[in-house]
């Protein structure tokens, strides 16, 4: 899990806290960066081609249907479209899709991807991000091979890009649809069972080094409480977040959590990394008299997916958020 989240937090956290606008804006709003595939005579025999991420032309199948990633894979889960092949981190590090995984090969590393392997599944499209622009010549040798960005994108934009990529467009815009939807139902319900005047906080303790001690605004682990739900945050943290890129969180002391942390529910995310830590911190006067710690009102969540960037991620905070707030 230690492994999981440094390689998360280095590889994907750049994106974090980029969401703007309303509750509804990251489903909702239509895209205007996502790349553009002409159509060409090409895909009358099968093919088209795409203009990728690096602004490389690459000729494609019209229709994919044995794909590798080294990073999509909750996007293609919510297409309904299964890869034959993803990374390690994948296949183990996104607790939303642990379920839905079987029979999907593992290639690897996603910043060293097992080509030997990747050749025996005979893929016809490989799909991955910046990060992996080195290896792009020789994976292009075994299969036609896209870059999509993800630095600088929501997660909501990586599913329409994906779908572009897929031809699973419609699909995509059905899961988004269908989340809005989703996402109106949980406001409406939670309408009666939290005080308007009530405020949240996440809080994460340890991660990417030890003794390490973050709160969120609405971006990674805030997303769904202060954008999709629309919760109230603490005016503290509101403040801190909107001076700059937070993506990492806001790093505080011990001794800054009753300003930090003084919201009147609190979400809480633990790593395994570093559990002196942890218990040290739940163990502080500090933090035991805090209003959220005193009134019996955090709430423990799993790393695996609320420290996850994307739709799948995301629609699991939600049921989560909505199961607990509820009870």
Request: contains cysteine.
């Amino acid at each position: 899990m230690a492994f999981t989240a440094l390689l998360i937090a280095a590889i994907l956290l750049a994106a974090c806290g980029k969401g703007e606008g309303g509750e509804n804006a990251g489903p909702s709003a239509p895209s205007s960066s996502a790349p553009v595939s002409p159509t060409t005579p090409s895909e009358q025999a099968g093919t088209r081609l795409y203009k990728d991420a690096l602004d490389r032309e690459v000729e494609i199948p019209a229709h994919p249907q044995r794909v590798i990633t080294s990073q999509y894979l909750p996007q293609m889960i919510a297409l309904g479209m299964k890869p034959v092949g993803a990374a390690t981190h994948l296949l183990t590090g996104f607790a939303a899709i642990k379920d839905q995984v079987g029979g999907i090969e593992d290639v690897g590393a996603a910043n060293e991807l097992n080509v030997e392997k990747m050749l025996t599944l005979k893929p016809d499209l490989i799909l991955v991000a910046e990060w992996n622009r080195d290896a792009v010549e020789q994976l292009s040798k075994i299969a036609p091979t896209v870059v999509v960005q993800w630095e600088g994108q929501d997660p909501f934009e990586h599913l329409r890009v994906v779908a572009d990529v897929l031809d699973q467009s419609e699909a995509a815009e059905q899961w988004l649809q269908a989340y809005k939807a989703k996402s109106d139902e949980a406001r409406a319900k939670l309408a009666g069972f939290v005080d308007p005047s009530e405020t949240f906080g996440a809080v994460v303790i340890g991660g990417f080094e030890n003794r390490q001690l973050r709160v969120y605004g609405p971006g990674n682990v805030g997303y769904t409480l202060f954008e999709t739900l629309g919760l109230p945050m603490t005016e503290q943290v509101r403040t801190e977040w909107e001076k700059g890129d937070n993506s990492l969180g806001l790093s505080i002391s011990l001794e800054q959590l009753p300003e930090f942390a003084s919201a009147d529910r609190l979400f809480l995310v633990t790593f395994h990394n570093d559990e002196d830590f942890v218990s040290e911190v739940e163990q502080s006067k500090l933090w035991n008299n805090l209003p959220a710690v005193k009134n019996n009102k955090v709430y423990r969540v799993d790393d695996g997916i609320w420290f996850s960037y994307d739709v799948m991620s995301f629609e699991a905070q939600l049921d989560e958020a909505v199961q607990l707030l509820t009870r």
